[in-house]
């Protein structure tokens, strides 16, 4: 059996960017928070308690998860 070259995917995703950027001050609790990584993840892989939001002061903010493609393949 050939598998031809294979290469193996040994780095984590990184995140690249956020918005709104860390530190925003007067959001509003509707803003939409977009994280771009350094590559696509799987969306199997994500769990509830995987990506998450916290206040300034620590707290746990409700939030949904969506995954989209950026367009560039990340």
Do not use: M, Y
Not at 24 to 47: G, K, N, R
Not at 55 to 72: F, K, Q, R
Request: glycine content about 10%.
């Amino acid at each position: 059996l050939d598998l031809g070259d294979v290469r193996l995917d040994e780095s984590l995703p990184e995140v690249v960017s956020v918005n709104p950027a860390a530190g925003a001050q007067e959001v509003p609790v509707t803003t939409t928070v977009e994280v771009l990584f350094s590559e696509p993840l799987d969306p199997e892989s994500i769990t509830k308690g995987g990506l998450f939001l916290r206040s300034a002061t620590g707290n746990a903010i409700p939030a949904t998860v969506t995954l989209e493609d950026a367009g560039d393949g990340r």
